[in-house]
């Protein structure tokens, strides 16, 4: 007599409630860390912003909105300092941007090669930028650095022109500024390029040859197929390069201390000021939390205007 | 398959979050001697101020014999007032560990050597010394003090008195081992209150006074062929004594400065108001005296040294120019002995008085601030804290340990009976400053955010050609604003010569 076949039944139950399992234990390690380390924190420091926290003292005072209001109409300096990181990130940013894509698309021209270029525009991205400021700082030495002594060897002793080379480029007002955003510039280039390189490299070429047998020249090709095409990672780009500018600290710390009088000081720097030096742990959690809103506005406009897709 | 896939990710993550969590800084962390002067409480390891004198001190009395374990040593001394004696039965021979904080380097080598003493006297008694970077010294001490961890003995800087003091996060020194009636006869800055809180309890000691002094190269000076007679009385006289040590090139410009102070531009500036009998606070201690006559005239007189030669803004900061020798003199307070031999070893200088006004020392010859003690942490275990002033006791009684710290810390010690010690007058830094110091006028805190309004509305607001009544207008503005934001510890007016003074300042 033919008995039926068995089979072994499939554990569906079993199988789902495992893969459920190692989901969850991929995922829940990273939430709580974030949570522990991140979260809590911020939620902690929101509370601490409307208080007279000083984490010397016993007691911490609430006080409302006094700290907001004190760095939104009283604080002259938090003015100085807010327009001072935005001037710094409305130029880094698209200037970065641009130069960037402008050395990857050079890049990605070359038949050979590209590995080692791209490792040398990354070499300063992965240098510390404490060790790159001070460098920095000895090349923009008025007297002694390298950058006015070759200024002097080519303005002076080559071209024989009655200047001085001894631009006093971390000391003047007008531009210590800049100079450090030449130095920001350089040494975050190459990470917007491997991320520009990345993009242009999967773009199809087709879409090139199409174009270029229709008659469509260099700044066509540019303006309709290479930019629209690189919408994904300009986005990501200019919203990361937006948080980092705002957020920006160390080159101002290490190369002028926010001077001269003031005029390379930015907000986060401000804050750590008034915490650190002050113990104004309150006033300082204010002013982040100003920044933090400013920086999801700007993230916000930013996501908005850029939600046009390009395909072909 | 892609089970065993997610198996070994999902292995792979936990682990890396456990390590992550797990691993932190190591129990004492990696010394880094980055430190700002000693007087100048600037927290960041910048290129604008001092860093760490890194010499390591030699103490030259022979060190206490290592005794055999439970044998006094070190004992007898009475600096504090009170003689400190051998008691065996410390903490009733019970074992106690304590933990010492301290950020400057070369004295954690002096505490490593006491602490070896004083445990081989009490074995018993374990100090456990950690350094810890100035940069994160005293954030680490903020967070921990408060929830009633940290170090129970750590060291003190009174750019912070107000903050530390106010809050109760120091324990007075006991009187019955620091007598408070001998100390205000025979230590400095005692009689006047410099280290007390508000009650008139003692919360640290001072090892010392610093001040500033001219910095000379040996070899430059020798040069034009200067003698004793040329040292400066006056600023005016510096600046022809600048000119004749300055050196240019074919276009004109300085090559060789005669007297550079880059970096340091503020504090000098600060150092002759007290000169011509200008405090720097307001009697209040809510402003400052920053745009008055005399502010005007002495910037002005700084900025003759960028005018006629002498300096340059573009120059290196004062260190860089005089240790490379760049420069010919420098002004400087006196930690930068210290560091100039231990960066620049072969180079031969030597200190000058600075010159003051009308070349007299009155009203006033600068600011002066003090370097202090190791305090103790108030804390339930009052075990703990016995032993910890037991230490500090049997430390600070002792005339040598005291010359030690002295020495190391290039200040004129702030114990009188020292200031004819033959290695104190050995020093010809230490020996001359140990005869001006009554003339330096302790202004009390020095708080870190009118450092930065003067380095960045005098200092480098000169540097980059702002003219001086726009610089001292900023740094009205700012210094004011700097004291408005918080109450501080102000004592200018104790000043031994008030009187001199200008009258009737706010």
Known sequence: ??????????????????????????????????????????????????????????????????????????????MTVLRNTLYYTAVTIPLGMALSLFVAMLVNSLRRGVGLFRTLYFIPVITSMVAVSIMWAWLYQPKFGLINNLLRVVLVDTLHLSVNPNIPWLTNKQMAMPAIMIMTIWQGLGFTMVLFLAGLTSIPSVY????????????????????????????????????????????????????????????????????????????????AFILFFIILVFIFIQFRTQRVRWEY | MFKRGYAIVALVVLVSMLLGACGGAPATPAPAPTQPPAAEPTVAPE??????????????????????????????????????????????????KLTLWDWHEPRIRVWEEKVKLYTQMYPNVSIELVTVPWEEYWTKLAAALPA????????????????????????????????????????????????????????????????????????????????????????????????????????GNVDRAGFIFNGYLELLWNDMNFEAGRYMYTKDGKGCQVDTPEGKANLEMITKFYDEKVSSPEFLTFMEAFGTQKAASTWSWTWFSGWLRATYPDLEFFTVKMPSMKGKDLPALGRQNYEVSLVVKPQEDKAKMAVAFDFLHWLYSNDETLVDLAIAHN????YKKLFTHERIVADATIGELVKEIEFKVFPGE???????????YIGQNIMAGTSVDEALKQTQEACDAAMQEADYWILERTYAHNDAMIPDQP
């Open chain 1, 1 to 78: 007599m033919a008995t039926k076949a068995t089979r072994p039944v499939a554990p569906t139950k079993i199988r789902l409630a495992g893969r459920r399992f190692m989901v969850l234990a991929a995922v829940i390690p990273t939430v709580a860390f974030y949570l522990i380390w991140v979260g809590i924190p911020m939620i902690y420091t929101f509370v601490m912003s409307f208080h007279d926290w000083n984490p010397l003292k016993a007691q911490q005072q609430f006080l409302g909105l006094a700290n907001y209001a004190e760095a939104l109409t009283k604080d002259r300096l938090f």
């Open chain 1, 208 to 287: 090139y040859e199409a174009a270029r047998l229709d008659g469509a020249g260099r700044w066509s090709l540019l303006r309709h197929i290479t930019l629209p095409l690189l919408q994904p990672t300009m986005i990501f780009v200019l919203a990361t390069g937006i948080i980092g500018g705002m957020q920006v600290f160390t080159p101002m710390y290490v190369m002028t201390q926010g001077g001269p009088a003031n005029v390379t000081k930015t907000i986060v720097f401000h804050l750590y000021q008034k915490a650190f030096h002050v113990y104004r742990f309150g006033y300082a959690s204010a002013m």
């Open chain 2, 47 to 96: 290129p604008t101020t001092a860093p760490e004198p890194t010499t390591a001190p030699e103490p030259t009395q022979p060190p206490a014999t290592e005794a055999p374990a439970g044998e006094a040593v070190m004992v007898g001394g009475d600096a504090t007032g009170v003689v400190y004696e051998y008691n065996p039965n410390l903490n009733n021979g019970e074992p106690i």
């Open chain 2, 148 to 251: 009633g961890e940290g170090p129970d003995i750590y060291h003190f800087h009174n750019s912070n008195h107000t903050q530390f003091v106010g809050n109760g996060l120091i324990q007075p020194f006991p009187e019955e081992m620091f007598d408070p009636a001998f100390l205000r006869d025979n230590w400095v800055g005692m009689k006047e209150g410099h280290f007390m809180d508000e009650n008139g309890k003692i919360m640290y000691l001072p090892y010392g006074s610093m001040a500033a002094m001219l910095y000379f190269n040996k070899k430059m000076w020798d040069e034009v062929g200067l003698t004793e007679a040329d040292y400066p009385k006056t600023w005016e006289d510096m600046l022809v004594l600048g000119k004749k040590l300055t050196k240019y090139d074919a276009a």
């Open chain 2, 411 to 414: 200040v004129a010690p702030a």
């Open chain 2, 446 to 456: 020095f708080p870190v955010s009118m450092n930065n309004a003067l380095t960045q």
